[in-house]
Structure formats: structure tokens, C-alpha cells
T-cell receptor, first 113, second 113 residues
Framework: QKEVEQNSGPLSVPEGAIASLNCTYSDRGSQSFFWYRQYSGKSPELIMFIYSNGDKEDGRFTAQLNKASQYVSLLIRDSQPSDSATYLCAGVLSGAGSYQLTFGKGTKLSVIP | EAQVTQNPRYLITVTGKKLTVTCSQNMNHEYMSWYRQDPGLGLRQIYYSMNVEVTDKGDVPEGYKVSRKEKRNFPLILESPSPNQTSLYFC????????????FGSGTRLTVV
């Protein structure tokens, strides 16, 4: 079964540090990837998407995609307590329709003041 | 404002009493989907719809029904709810190409007693 895997955490980082969140996927033909942030009891909120190998930066967030190694990562620079949330990695896996996202179970991030 | 609207936000019901959770989007999205989220299990897809009158089962469809009579609406029906359907439910919709991921509704916290 094609899957997206994430370490459930919790990942704890001090305020101001870089938080690194990782995701691996089983299907080499997977295409685009998305990172969502979800606060407890709230709906997932899209923060980044990446389609091509390499890095994509948006403010304090950098998404990295390495298709050869089949991993996706999200870096959060200058982490703030408000970044404390669960981060979901999702991908459009090969064979699925372009609409179908497969989600990882999420990594819980805690930023310590 | 572009959004996915779910109602109700909270619902407590008794076993066997039919209920409907509504979902409506104002973005003219073709694709809509329902997920449930349980601790440790992540987001699990219940049903999805590629367009009007086109629906298909996700990973956990048992005990649920859906319909897509209009493009904007995608209600989730529980004909005879059971306690194991107690969960947090999310509706999501996607742009025609799926390029920008999903937009999620605010969620429905369902408790079946």
C-alpha cells in the first residue's frame, strides 16, 4: 500500500531554533507534496506545497523535496510558540487521481519559550 | 471569502438516530471529500466525489453515505450511527487540477452515545 510516513513526535525545540520535520513516502512515482499545520481541534491549514526537487522558501518556512531518496521535509526557522501544532505531510501518489491526497499521521511540534 | 462550510460544529446524538452533516463550498471546486480524524490514526478518507453525481468510497466508508446532487454541496449521512463513529469529521474541497491541495472545513465533532 502506498503510504506517507511521519514520525509522530513530539518534537520539542526551543524558541528561536530551527524545527525540522520529515516525511518519507513509499511510492517513487509520487508527484506533488503538501504541508499542513493543524492546531488541536482545528482544521488542517495549508502552509506549503512543493512539486520539484530542491528547496522552496516562504517566509520562515522552507520545504525540501528529494525524489531520489523519497523524502520531504519542512524547516521552520526562528520557531515561535505559536508554531506549536501538528504538522501533516501529504502527497499525490502515482496512480491516484490528481485530486487524491494521501496524508501522513502527523508530527506534533512543541516550541518551548 | 472562499471557504468550506460544515454544519453543525458539534453534535451529540444517540445510537441509531439518523443524522446528516452538511458541507458546502463556494469555490466552484469539482472535488470534495470527507475525512474522519481519530487520535493516533490520522486523517482517514470516508468518501470522495470527483463531480456532480460521481462519488466513490475512501478507506473507511462503512456506516456512511454521501450524495452529490449539486456541485457546491456534499452532505455526509449516518443512517444508524454507532459509538465507534464518534470522531472529528472534516470536509475538504480541491481546485480543478488539485494543484493547491485541499481547503478544509472547520470540522464537526460528533459524539454518539
Amino acid at each position: 500500500q502506498k503510504e506517507v510516513e511521519q514520525n509522530s513526535g513530539p518534537l520539542s525545540v526551543p524558541e528561536g531554533a530551527i524545527a525540522s520535520l520529515n516525511c518519507t513516502y513509499s511510492d517513487r512515482g509520487s508527484q506533488s507534496f503538501f504541508w499542513y499545520r493543524q492546531y488541536s481541534g482545528k482544521s488542517p491549514e495549508l502552509i506549503m506545497f512543493i512539486y520539484s526537487n530542491g528547496d522552496k522558501e516562504d517566509g520562515r518556512f522552507t520545504a525540501q523535496l528529494n525524489k531520489a531518496s523519497q523524502y520531504v521535509s519542512l524547516l521552520i526557522r526562528d520557531s515561535q510558540p505559536s508554531d506549536s501544532a501538528t504538522y501533516l505531510c501529504a502527497g499525490v501518489l502515482s496512480g491516484a487521481g490528481s485530486y487524491q491526497l494521501t496524508f501522513g499521521k502527523g508530527t506534533k511540534l512543541s516550541v518551548i519559550p | 471569502e472562499a471557504q468550506v462550510t460544515q454544519n453543525p460544529r458539534y453534535l451529540i446524538t444517540v445510537t441509531g438516530k439518523k443524522l446528516t452533516v452538511t458541507c458546502s463550498q463556494n469555490m466552484n471546486h469539482e472535488y470534495m471529500s470527507w475525512y474522519r480524524q481519530d487520535p493516533g490514526l490520522g486523517l482517514r478518507q470516508i468518501y470522495y466525489s470527483m463531480n456532480v453525481e460521481v462519488t466513490d468510497k475512501g478507506d473507511v466508508p462503512e456506516g456512511y453515505k454521501v450524495s452529490r446532487k449539486e456541485k457546491r454541496n456534499f452532505p455526509l449521512i449516518l443512517e444508524s450511527p454507532s459509538p465507534n463513529q464518534t470522531s472529528l469529521y472534516f470536509c475538504a474541497s480541491s481546485s480543478p487540477t488539485g494543484s493547491y491541495g485541499y481547503t478544509f472545513g472547520s470540522g464537526t465533532r460528533l459524539t454518539v452515545v
